[in-house]
């Protein structure tokens, strides 16, 4: 097959043959010495038992994995925040909408980009391979963005990193441990579903083959796919050596191996286990009756499973990708066979009466794994960058509904027929012999019985003659004292029946009691719920009427101003329509978005008509103004509008006069937004933005007020023009203040313009010019960069780290950094640093600086 912008992952293709099967021969009936039939014998225990229960329902389970960045993504993406925050202890994940909101997804593993291969293995797939151990049907599948790691996560085979191994080297090195190659057996399948056609990874030339269905149990099957038997876990990494050598893959500008077809693995498992019942086998005799039972035994009974693992390609964007030509017709066919997947995946999870399992090949082959009867595990996997939230909000959509579908997990059982029919001719002509044996020995101890028998006879009528010449006073008084006894247990007997009658009566009386009881209760709950009825009533009423006031009153101010003006009519049309859109929330619910009704606002009413309310006098009023400007701001099309209408002094005399907490955190968040652009962080720091700042970060005492204005400085802190105004301005103090709060996320703004600033540097050192010691080191920002150097939050970690390479690039620091400590941290991240770019501009700043050199020189350090 010709492939224009794909081709095999190796040049050679290999052709493996099934190995051929042998009829096994009839036994032929028998007779047994006693005249019982062996055929008779086995048609009694020989039929097949097959166990069809309704099964138990088992949810599919969702795990996330999120790559790391790679070198490209750690340069674009190192002055912005990541779109994703993990919280793998909550297994809860949370995707930013923007500076200050996000959303919150519940998963059932959430991994981060530091989780190790064997730990995947275990939280995702092994409890499913141990499912199929134990005879059930298990599907484990990888979904996500092309390049985001599915076939790292499962198709790894860890030939020069064993500690690399992906779930599908790891399930068949369980699974082998497990068997027992005496009694069972495994065999594999290895199959791409590549532009809607099954073609066989281990015998390319089977290029087209067909998915049959069971028409009475639906089972889907591919009878002329390759099964290669599995003994040893060399063999099956050869198998998979051969299979991805012949799977396309292409170079895309979002992954240089881009996997172009779905991978579908198949193990076939089965094993021999006990039945579950002994059987027994009764032989007749001659004349009709049954004679004895044959010993019980329990037949060998067979159970086979199947796991399937599933490498899906990964969607993509066209303009993103770059594909064209035939690489572009491969991402159309991706695309399709991944939309017929999640339209499966959705009419499932809203338990649809219809489900379009035939619109594509993927969904047939999986129709088992989803609403079947298999054990299936999902794992999803992301990327952090910003640059691709819309793929990664696609990715999460899909997980979240796929948690909600069920499937009905069960086990089958059947007999192993020709190890029923060989154990059967065994017990049969050992029963025979035994049966001669027996025969004989049982005529001899008749004959010893009927002796033993006469004896005894003989034995008691000569003790029954003693028995009766005896006196019988004895006899007497035993039957006087027993009819005694039959008294006083009548007696007893009586009295409990009269107790008994009692409590009966007592327990009809509690059960009326009961009963008028729970009457009584069922009204007093009804006139509960009319009263919340009509308290909520009441309370929407209320709320609709101070609506309707502060509506009134605002109304009022304005007409008075106008009129102290001597002017007619109302100052700015439309801003009735404005301020009712502002002020009163049952409006503001019914916008089908918050986008959609800023956005709304400001092509009716217009920037001017907004900026001005800022000035209200009503504190309401400038809360939902300022709100409304900061949301307008997050948009890069708002922000040069924004600041030629004035609303960037407008927000700075809102920081510098207002009192209220509320409007000098979305004002510190606006700016912040505002101080992004370059051109605007000239504007801040010529109006006096960073005295402003650093003076509400003095007064604030909320984490989120901190956070905005730690994030506003930490973008000023990014331009190489402003180093030295912003630190004359009191900016690094100011940072440095805000540690007192102690939130991560205050924390994580605090080193992100520490390590902006400290790359500025940098770069101007680099660049040739005369550059003294570092600000930071001058205004004491070392000891707290070194005690946070290690920091369990990754992305403070992350930034300390770089702000720290980047003041060691400067001879002129490190005599200082040497003192303070920081010559142990930077030996510690060229060596332990998860991110191979830090770890490396780390070894590279230490042996390049002589200071650092000389000073490990002497300590004995090898870096």
């Known amino acids: 097959m010709a492939s224009g912008g794909s081709g095999f992952r190796n040049g050679t293709r290999n052709t493996m043959r099934n190995s051929p099967s042998f009829p096994v021969p009839k036994p032929t009936p028998a007779k047994s010495r006693n005249g019982t039939s062996i055929a008779g014998i086995r048609r009694a225990s020989g039929s097949v038992a097959v166990n069809d229960d309704a099964g138990v329902p088992g949810r599919v389970r969702v795990a996330v994995r999120l790559r790391p960045k790679n070198a490209e993504e750690l340069v674009t993406d190192a002055d912005f925040a990541d779109c994703v925050e993990l919280q793998p202890e909550l297994k809860r994940l949370k995707l930013r909408k923007n500076n200050w909101d996000s959303d919150t997804y519940q998963f059932d593993e959430v991994l981060t980009e530091f989780a190790s291969q064997k730990r995947v293995y275990e939280v995702v797939a092994k409890p499913v391979v141990e499912s199929v151990l134990e005879g059930y049907n298990g599907t484990v599948m990888a979904y996500g963005q092309t390049g985001t790691g599915k076939t790292f996560t499962l198709g790894r085979l860890g030939e020069e990193d064993p500690a690399a191994r992906g779930i599908m080297v790891r399930s068949m090195e369980d699974i082998l441990a497990d068997i027992s190659p005496e009694t069972d057996s495994i065999s594999v399948s290895y199959l791409q579903l590549y532009m809607e056609t099954i073609q066989d990874l281990l015998n390319p030339s089977n290029d087209n083959i067909a998915i049959l269905e069971d028409p009475k149990t639906g089972d889907v099957s591919v009878p002329n796919a390759t099964v290669v038997e599995i003994k040893d876990q060399n063999s099956f990494l050869n198998l998979l050596i051969l299979g991805e050598a012949h799977r396309f893959a292409a170079n895309t500008k979002l992954n240089t191996e881009s996997s172009r077809s779905h991978a579908i693995l198949l193990v076939h498992v089965k094993r021999s286990v006990k039945g579950n019942h002994d059987r027994a086998v ?340 400038r809360i939902h103004a300022v709100k409304v400007v900061a949301n307008l701001a997050a948009e890069e099309a708002n922000q040069e509008k924004i600041v030629d209408a004035g609303g960037l002094t407008s927000l700075l005399m809102l920081l510098r006069t207002s009192e209220d907490e509320t409007i000098r955190r979305v004002a510190a968040g606006a700016i912040a937004n505002l101080a992004m652009n370059e051109t605007n962080q000239e504007l801040v720091m010529t109006q006096g933005g960073i005295s402003l700042l650093s003076l509400t970060a003095d007064n604030a005492e909320d984490p989120q007020t901190l956070r905005m204005v730690a994030g506003a400085i930490a973008n000023l802190c990014g331009n190489d023009k402003l180093q030295s105004r912003l630190r004359s301005d009191g900016g690094i103090k100011a940072l440095l203040s805000m540690v007192r709060c102690g939130h991560p996320d205050v924390l994580a703004q605090v080193a992100r313009g520490i390590a902006n600033f400290a790359k500025c540097e940098s770069r101007a050192s680099t660049q040739g010019s005369k550059v003294g010691k570092s600000f930071l080191l001058e205004d004491g920002a070392l000891s707290w960069i070194v005690k946070n150097a290690n920091n369990e939050a990754a992305p403070i970690r992350r930034h300390i780290e770089l702000a720290l390479c980047h003041l060691a690039q400067h001879e002129v620091n490190a005599k200082e950094m040497i003192g303070g400590g920081a010559l142990w941290e930077l030996v510690r991240i060229s060596r332990d640093c998860s991110r191979e770019d830090i770890r490396s501009l780390a070894h590279r700043t230490l042996t390049s600086s002589p200071t650092f050199f000389a000073e490990l020189k002497r300590l004995r350090i090898e870096c």
């Open 282 to 621: 009764s032989v007749s005799c001659e004349n009709g009756n049954a004679s004895s039972l044959i010993k019980s035994f329990r037949p060998q009974m067979v159970r086979k499973s199947k796991l399937v693992v599933v490498d899906l390609a990964g969607s993509e964007r066209i303009d993103k990708s770059g594909s064209e030509g035939h690489t572009l017709e491969e991402a159309k066919s991706i695309n399709l066979s991944l939309s017929a997947l999640g339209k499966c995946i959705n009419a499932l999870a809203e338990n649809s009466s219809h489900v379009p399992v035939r619109d594509s090949k993927l969904t047939r082959l999986l129709r088992d794994s989803f609403g079947g009867t298999a054990r299936t595990s999902l794992i999803i996997t992301i990327g952090s960058s910003p640059r691709h939230r819309g793929e990664t909000t696609s990715t999460i959509s899909f997980g979240q509904r796929t948690m909600k579908v069920e499937n009905m997990v069960k086990i089958k059982e059947e007999f192993d027929y020709k190890s029923l029919c060989r154990r059967l001719d065994i017990e049969v002509d050992r029963l025979i012999a035994e049966n001669e044996r027996q025969r004989k020995n049982y005529e001899d101890d008749i004959e010893r019985l009927r002796d033993n028998a006469q004896q005894r006879i003989d034995d008691a009528e000569r003790a029954c003659q003693i028995a009766l010449e005896a006196p019988t006073q004895c006899a007497s008084e035993e039957i006087t004292e027993l009819k005694e006894l039959l008294k006083k247990e009548t007696a007893s007997r009586r009295s409990t029946e009269e107790e008994n009658r009692t409590l009966k009566s007592q327990m009809m009386h509690l059960k009326k009691s009961e009963t008028a009881s729970n009457t009584e209760l069922i009204k007093l709950h009804k006139m509960l719920e009319d009263e919340a009825y009509q308290k909520d009533k009441l309370e929407e009423e209320i709320a609709i009427l101070r609506s309707q006031l502060l509506q009134l009153s605002f109304e009022a101010d304005e007409t008075r101003r106008t009129l102290d003006r001597g002017g007619t009519g109302k100052v700015f049309p439309g801003l009735d329509t404005l301020m009712t859109q502002i002020k009163n929330p049952q409006l503001r619910d019914s916008e089908n978005g918050q986008k959609a009704s800023f956005a709304k606002l400001f092509e009716q009413v217009g920037l001017q008509k907004i900026l001005s309310l800022l000035g209200s006098e009503d504190s309401d009023v």
